[in-house]
């Protein structure tokens, strides 16, 4: 499962692929629900719905060359948004996190929305 890492806006040099090492590691699917006891022995429940925005993709992928980390530090950097390609569609996301080591690289991005069905 390859992934795509796009800048939102031009730049040239704001391109990255990557490779994960595991499946895509994320929030789990959930939705905005509280339950409250009442009073009278019951409950209430507040169903808010569900969002993408809520979910957290972390990547860990092996480390290319010292020239694909400097694209992942400049994605990071300059960019407050970036769109992910993944298996589930194209995300719009904020760069949170890069921590590059020379066994496993890890790319946090805090999602947005989903751009496509």
Do not use: W
Not at 5 to 10: D, G
Not at 45 to 72: L, Q
Request: charged share 30%; proline share 4%; aromatic share 10%.
């Amino acid at each position: 499962m390859r992934v795509q890492i796009v800048s939102a806006t031009f730049d040239l040099l704001g391109y990255l692929q990557i490779d994960p090492l595991r499946d895509q590691e994320s929030a789990p699917l959930q939705r905005r629900v509280s339950k409250s006891r009442t009073l009278d022995a019951d409950v209430s429940v507040r169903d808010r719905g569900f969002t993408h925005g809520d979910r957290t993709f972390t990547y860990a992928y092996k480390p290319v060359s010292e020239y694909h980390d400097s694209i992942a530090r400049r994605l990071l950097e300059i960019h407050p948004r970036v769109y992910i390609g993944n298996v589930e569609g194209v995300f719009e996301c904020a760069p949170s996190e890069f921590d590059d080591s020379a066994e496993e690289n890890t790319f946090i991005f805090e999602v947005i929305r989903k751009l496509t069905e």
